[in-house]
């Protein structure tokens, strides 16, 4: 699977995020060029990776830059089922 962009709403806004597909189920979460976290499809509900597991030497971790302008996301539970269901239309396009 190839890397993709997803669009979530975030608060007032929305972000974009780059989404790096390990397999089928475990999917990287990409924001300003740093991993903010992984999620992972078990028996249909979206879930967190443990950051630890998450990391891997291709990307750096991201790190929130303070007086910038970008959003400052969360991965809360509901951010999570909110890409969760982008991945998911993103996949079911591509069949």
Not at 26 to 45: C, P
Not at 64 to 72: D, T
């Amino acid at each position: 699977m190839e890397p993709f962009n997803i669009r979530v709403r975030y608060g007032s806004g929305e972000v974009t995020l780059t989404i790096l597909p390990e397999n089928k189920e475990n999917f990287k979460i990409v924001y300003y060029g740093g991993i903010l976290g992984g999620i992972k499809k078990e028996n249909k509900e979206w879930d967190q990776i443990p950051l630890e597991d998450v990391a891997g030497a291709d990307l750096p971790l991201y790190e929130p830059k303070y007086g910038e302008e970008r959003i400052k996301i969360e991965l809360t539970g509901h951010v999570i089922d909110r890409i969760g269901e982008e991945i998911d239309l993103h996949l079911e396009g591509e069949h």
